[in-house]
Structures are given as C-alpha cells and as structure tokens.
C-alpha cells in the first residue's frame, strides 16, 4: 500500500506567526508530499514496497529509496514534534537533559547552536542512545538517527523550505523561536526510561 501524506496534529495555521500558514502549505503541501510521491514510485513492484517506513530505511541499499524514505520520516516526526500549545518538559524528561548537558539552559543553547552552524541542509536531532543516554546530532540531507541505532526524541527541520518564507536566511531567530513550539508531551513519550 503506497504511503499517504500524514494529517498534520494542528490547523495549517496554528504555529504563526513562529511558522506562517504560507510555509506549512509549502513545506507539508508540497515538500513532504513530493517525497512520498518520489517514494512511492520508487517502491513500486520492489521488495520493499509493503514494508514500514523504518525498515525501508534500514534495509535498503538504494540511496534513492533511502533518501525519500528517510525525508518522510523525519518530516513526519517534525510535525509532531510541534504543538499550538505552550508545553514544559515533565520532570523526567528535565532530569535525563540535565544529566546530560548539565542544565535546560545549556541544552537548549547548545541545540540552537548546533542548528545554526549545521552547514547545508539537514536536521537537529535530541537522540537516546542504547544505554539510554541523551545526545545532540547534526545529520545534513537526509540522515536519520534510526539508521545508527539512536532513538529519536525531538527534531528540528534545517532545510531553507522550512523557514526562509518567514525567516529568509536568519536560521538562528527561526530555532530561537521554534523553540517556544516543542512539543514535550511527544518528547516524554518517546524517552525510554
């Protein structure tokens, strides 16, 4: 069965002015939507063709199939990592962060830089790893941390498309604000304790 678009978890207007209805129509409308219609082709009449999405991306050697598989992953987790409404992470989620980065403070100055120098495209990842600690990870295109065991918690979407409508080339005020849109409720599901 071919891959759908996913329903976003908000309306197209619900993260302004952070993210504009103008850039949610282009970046899930039309970005998203091509990478699935890109993958969905390249799948067809292939072993991989019923297979979820993680195991496209573990299994395949075509980067083609990897790339898209990958780009509608993390698209799909980007949106879920977003909320309309202003969250807080719970105590559990605060204490793994500060055992890791010493503070929330530092560990959200250190994600902001780490998307800010990012050079290129990509993504910013919160990871846990198998022993169940806490890293940043850079990945440029279309990495994606299942594909070196790392369990993703949080995502920030990197590629131009998903701020130069409302931010043109200043990524850094994109992440700072961006910031205030987590949403902690999906992070905290996703920890593994």
């Known amino acids: 069965m ?3 678009l996913m329903k976003l978890p908000y309306k197209e207007n619900a993260l302004a002015p952070v993210i504009s209805t103008e850039t949610i129509k282009f ?9 699935i219609n890109k993958l969905n082709g390249l799948l067809t009449e292939t072993e991989l063709e019923n297979k979820p999405l993680e195991e496209i ?8 199939i990897y790339n898209n598989a990958a780009q509608v ?23 793994f962060i500060h055992k890791t980065f010493e503070s929330f ?46 369990k993703p918690l ?7 498309h998903a701020y130069y409508i409302d931010y043109r080339n200043n990524r850094k005020e994109y992440l700072e604000k961006w910031w205030d849109l987590i949403n902690w409720e999906f992070v905290n599901r996703n920890l593994i304790i």
């Open 105 to 150: 403070d530092s560990f959200k100055k250190q994600f902001i830089q780490s998307g800010t120098i990012l050079f290129g495209s990509g993504w910013v990842w919160l990871v846990q790893n198998q022993d169940k600690s806490l890293a940043i990870r850079k990945s440029p295109n279309a990495g994606c941390p299942i594909s070196n065991g790392e």
């Open 57 to 64: 991306i573990l299994q395949t050697t075509d980067r083609s």
């Open 73 to 95: 992953f993390n698209h799909n987790f980007y949106w879920n990592c977003m909320s309309d409404k202003k969250q807080s992470p719970h105590e559990v989620t605060q204490t």
């Open 27 to 35: 970046h899930h409308g039309k970005h998203h939507q091509g990478y």
């Open 154 to 160: 949080l995502v920030v979407d990197i590629w131009e």
């Open 2 to 4: 071919p891959f759908t």
